[in-house]
């Protein structure tokens, strides 16, 4: 079926439905967008963000209904309440209790669908796949518990059908996207069955952002007329075996795309450094064994010392992550990096900063540092990941521009101007093609380069004096 935007819908027994290309992309054309056909915000960010817009904002109107909903203003309110109405109910029913993300989202689909309509063909809620025959049993039984909850919340005279409760929790499960802010974090969920299209790649041809609530999907690569239009399911930060069990679990294939079938990217996010004391280069793993150091000659896969200390290093990368997370978690800064600043010190005489747990230290480590204004640590911290994430992520990459983002920032804060400038171009070579030009984190870009430049030419005007 074609499209009017270069799309074309097609069908095949080993993927399903999927989008192809009826012309050409280039990086950074719009492919797709949408707006949400259900939507909530996530009950972590209840009271900083707008239940309707998901705006952030310090000083907001609650419902006087629930005392569970806030908004920006009565505007908001007001263009919420179509869709609060029912909610607000629910709500008031199950206090003390709080609803989850995922049976608040159901609800709100569940009384969409009685009042507007399952949607038009093509955006469809009915069109999307349940996956209930794939379903092991220990999900269905999970299901039938949600069922008790969601009756509980909605009424048990909205939906008798257990079938048709199955089937709705089942498109939810397969079909939700995460709704993030402009720097890719969590806020929200949301159902876009346009957007449900996409099939899923480790290596995709398509990024999805969020402006706002509204979805788009871009190019980042050129992609030929009759190639597969690909966004990502999950995080492209790990290896392929968590990535196929998290794809396994939630929607129920086993990818195998090239990401997943090319063990050098797998060997890259476990680099660690040659047990030569002498040497330290690159050293992966390639077909389960460690690679000889092509530098110095040493034996990796021979030497037992090595094959402790990285274990030992492992395994101990794993305990103090969890420590830090736990520690952000109490909201403990200080302590979230004095562990983070521990741990870099052991990892770094073993691992390389290519591996996982180094990236994932480092950057825990970046953000306790920019809680406590720690900016120079917090630098130092940032400039090690970007590397790195050169080599896991693709060329045109959000994290990849926020991080060259983030870094601008902290060099511009520290008065390093021409290498702030250098960053913040890198960044918006990068969010130009991952967001678009009129994108709000490329406004906040624009303006973060013409602050750098009004300083650097303030500066060599008072040097010239």
């Known amino acids: 079926m074609k499209m009017a935007d270069g799309v074309e819908i097609f069908s095949s027994a080993e993927k399903g439905r999927g989008l192809c290309a009826t012309k050409v992309f280039k990086p950074g054309n719009l492919v797709r967008a949408a707006e949400p056909y259900a939507y909530v915000l996530c ?9 309707f817009c998901f705006a952030r904002k310090d000083d907001m109107s609650r419902c006087s209904g629930c005392k569970f909903a806030r908004y920006c203003d009565g505007k908001c309110q007001k263009a919420a309440w179509t869709e609060h109405k029912s909610e607000c109910k629910s709500i008031k029913t ?231 997370t736990s520690a952000d978690q109490r909201q403990e800064p200080k302590e979230g990096l004095r562990l983070a600043e521990r741990l870099l010190e052991r990892q770094q005489k073993v691992l390389h900063n290519n591996h996982l747990f180094v990236l994932k230290c480092l950057d825990k480590a970046l953000d306790q540092a920019v809680v406590l204004r720690k900016w120079n640590r917090a630098l130092r911290c940032a400039l090690q990941t970007i590397e790195p994430y050169k080599v896991h992520f693709p060329a045109y990459h959000p994290s990849l521009g926020i991080q060259y983002m983030r870094i601008g920032k902290l060099l511009l804060y520290l008065e390093k101007r021409l290498a702030a400038l250098e960053a913040l171009q890198m960044a918006e070579h990068i969010l130009n093609v991952t967001h678009g030009k009129d994108h709000p984190i490329n406004k906040e870009l624009g303006d973060l380069l013409t602050q750098c430049m009004d300083e650097m030419r303030m500066y060599q005007a008072q040097k010239k004096k």
Not at 43 to 51: A, L, Y
Not at 254 to 273: E, L
């Open 94 to 324: 199950v206090k003390p209790e709080t609803p989850t993300d995922s049976i608040r989202l159901i609800a709100r689909i569940i009384n969409k669908t009685k009042t507007d309509g399952p949607g038009v063909p093509g955006n469809s809620i009915d069109e999307l796949q349940s996956n209930l025959r794939e379903m092991p049993e220990n999900v269905k039984e999970m299901f039938a518990q949600l069922a008790v909850v969601l009756r509980m919340y909605v009424g048990r005279d909205v939906m008798d059908d257990a079938r048709e409760i199955f089937e709705l929790f089942g498109r939810m499960t397969c079909n939700t996207f995460s709704i993030c802010d402009s720097e890719m974090q969590y806020i929200g969920i949301g159902i876009y069955p346009k957007m449900s299209l996409f099939n899923h790649s480790c290596a995709p041809n398509c990024v999805a952002v969020f402006n706002g609530l509204r979805m788009e999907v871009r190019a980042i690569q050129t992609i030929q007329p009759g190639e597969e239009l690909l966004i990502s399911y999950v995080e492209m930060l790990a290896l392929s075996k968590v990535r196929k069990q998290q794809l396994l679990q939630q929607y129920y294939f086993t990818c195998r795309c090239p990401s997943c079938q090319d063990q050098t990217k797998d060997g890259m996010m476990m680099a660690v450094k040659c047990g030569n004391i002498n040497c330290k280069k690159v050293i992966i793993q390639v077909d389960g064994a460690y690679e000889t150091c092509k530098e110095c000659g040493h034996d990796n896969e021979k030497d037992p010392a090595f094959f402790k200390e990285v274990n030992k290093v492992t395994q101990f990368s794993e305990e103090m992550l969890e420590a830090v």
């Open 43 to 51: 009950n972590s960010e209840r009271g900083k963000r707008c239940d």
